[in-house]
């Protein structure tokens, strides 16, 4: 059997009265593409927000590589190996594309012990190995020819893709993504479709993600669980959740579309 890189046990999260999450218990293999679905309000955001210590669950468990860690701090996260995108960019747009992603390789050292007693010496440190590790990132992501244009200047496809390569100078095992698709043309969803299995395949690196374009759901993710109210209402193989009555009626809506 496959080895569980992350495992969320009987997870729940209220804001007042209201259960965003409730017992949600689901685990990711290492190596595995999961999808995260279910309509707005479900609770998406708020397991991602649990899961990288962001905020902290009001009951259940976060195990990642064996280590529990829920409650964060989000650095100690980072520095366990799970990286977050955002739904929308998070880059600065006046600061170039090498320097956003430097950002990131920050944001590993200084969560570190290390990192934390050496503090701002970092920027003297390695400067060659830093660069050579911000080209071999601009590289993997596709986005060296843009190296020193303002990351505002880019696109928004290539925006977006930028925030895969600053989660990815964290050096995560695994890498959680909020709507990485959202406002994507079909050939930029192709795009994002290869790198993220380039990321799988050739980097070793195991996936989870939150997305609504179910085409890339269906085509990328081994695995889906789907939410509804905060509950998991299913988990399995794309064409089980396709074919899911329950799915259907909660989200997927027609046959016809989950069919498609
Ligand atoms: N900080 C908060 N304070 C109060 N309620 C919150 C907070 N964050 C989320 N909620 C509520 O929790 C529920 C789940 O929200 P969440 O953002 O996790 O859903 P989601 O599945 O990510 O939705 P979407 O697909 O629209 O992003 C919603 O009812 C939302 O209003």
């Known amino acids: ?10 997870l729940s999260r209220n804001f007042g009265g209201l259960a965003a999450l409730r017992d949600l218990t689901f685990s990711v293999a290492k190596g595995e593409i999961v999808g995260l679905i279910g309509p707005n309000g479900a609770g998406k ?6 899961i990288t210590g962001t905020m902290p669950p009001s009951s259940g468990k976060v195990m990642f590589d064996g280590r529990s860690i829920a ?6 996260v980072v520095v366990a190996g799970l990286a977050r995108t955002f739904q929308s960019t998070s880059t600065y747009p006046n600061v170039s594309v090498a320097g956003n992603v430097y950002r990131g390789l920050l944001s590993r050292i200084q969560g570190s012990t290390v990192g934390r007693l050496v503090g701002r010496r970092i920027d003297m440190l ?18 060296a020819s843009w190296r020193d244009a303002p990351a505002g200047s880019l696109p928004y496809g290539l925006q977006k893709k930028l925030g895969i390569a600053i989660a990815l100078a964290t050096r995560p095992r695994m890498l959680l ?10 050939e930029e969803c192709k795009d994002l479709a290869r790198l993220l299995r380039h990321l799988r395949d050739d980097h070793e690196l195991t996936l989870l993600l939150v997305e ?41 809506g027609a046959p ?3 069919h498609a």
């Not at 390695?126 to 986005?143: F, M, P, R, Y």
């Open 212 to 252: 609504h374009h179910m085409a890339l759901v269906m085509e990328l993710c081994q695995r889906i669980v789907v939410l509804v109210q905060g509950e998991k209402i299913a988990e399995g193989s794309p064409q089980d959740i396709r074919q899911n009555e329950a799915v259907i009626e909660a989200y997927l």
């Open 126 to 143: 390695a400067a060659s190995q830093v660069d050579a590790e911000i080209d071999q990132i601009l590289h993997i992501t596709d986005l």
């Open 1 to 10: 059997m496959s080895e569980n890189m992350l495992m969320i046990q009987n």
């Open 45 to 50: 955001t708020t397991a991602f927000n649990v």
């Open 71 to 76: 409650g964060g701090p989000p650095s100690r």
């Open 256 to 258: 016809d579309y989950a």
């Open 177 to 186: 993504l909020d709507e990485p698709a959202a406002g994507l043309n079909h």
